[in-house]
Structures are given as C-alpha cells and as structure tokens.
C-alpha cells in the first residue's frame, strides 16, 4: 500500500500562486508515476497534470489543456514528494485537489482510472 498526503491549498485571490504537495510513504518502489487531478463542486473529477520517473530521474510530465503553462509538476530529489506550482490562479482553478500515485505499467495517465491509489484532497479556492 501506498499513502498519499496532500498540503498546500488555501484561499487566493485570482492572479496569485500557491504550491501545493503531495508526500508518499509506504511502499513507493512499486510506484512510478505521480499526479493531480482537480474536483469542482458538482463537477467529475478531473485530470491536471502527471508525471512518471525511471531509476530515480524524471522523464515524462503532461498537463491538462486548461493548465499548461501555468501549472508545473515537479518530484523532490529525495523522490518522496510531488510538488504542484500553480501560478495565475483564476476563479475556474477552484476545487479540491488530490494527488494520486500508479503502479509500475499503468498507461494513459491522464485519465482516474489509471492511478491506484489517492490522497483525501486539499481545497483550493481562488476569489475573482
């Protein structure tokens, strides 16, 4: 089993930045890949951005379209945490964020269904 803990979130006024993180413990060697997803009240969960690493180096990072050149995800050194830089935050940015982690061998990173196991959320709310 793996454990995900998320920090970071708040409340931010529209344009500003926050950096949130996401430490894992547990058994982490079976995992390689590391990602955001965002849920709006009433809305489905979805898909921010993802990264994957090989023997420790970080190889692979993707982002949703609404995000791409504002946020950045990025894996300490030590590779137990994933961090999300957000930056230009807009009011649509609102909602919990999780972190969630997939096993070794998992595809399409981008969708929830691939990840295996999830972090209980940090909210995020962003005032226009």
């Known amino acids: 089993q793996v454990q995900l803990v998320e920090s970071g979130g708040g409340l931010v006024q529209a344009g500003g930045s926050l950096r949130l993180s996401c430490t894992a413990s547990?058994?982490?060697?079976?995992?390689?890949?590391m990602g955001w997803f965002r849920q709006a009240p009433g809305k489905e969960r979805e898909f921010v951005a993802t990264?994957?690493?090989?023997?420790?180096?970080?190889?692979?990072?993707d982002y949703a379209d609404s995000v791409q050149g504002r946020f950045i995800i990025s894996r300490d050194n030590a590779g137990s945490a994933v961090n999300l830089r957000i930056n230009s935050l807009e009011p649509e940015d609102t909602g919990v964020y999780y972190c969630?982690?997939?096993?070794?061998?998992?595809?399409?990173?981008?969708?929830?269904?691939?990840?295996?196991?999830w972090g209980q959320g940090t909210q995020v709310t962003v005032s226009s």
């Open positions: 969630a982690a997939a096993l070794y061998g998992r595809r399409s990173l981008d969708q929830v269904n691939s990840y295996d196991y």
């Open positions: 990264t994957r690493w090989k023997s420790g180096r970080t190889y692979y990072a």
């Open positions: 547990g058994r982490t060697v079976t995992t390689n890949s």
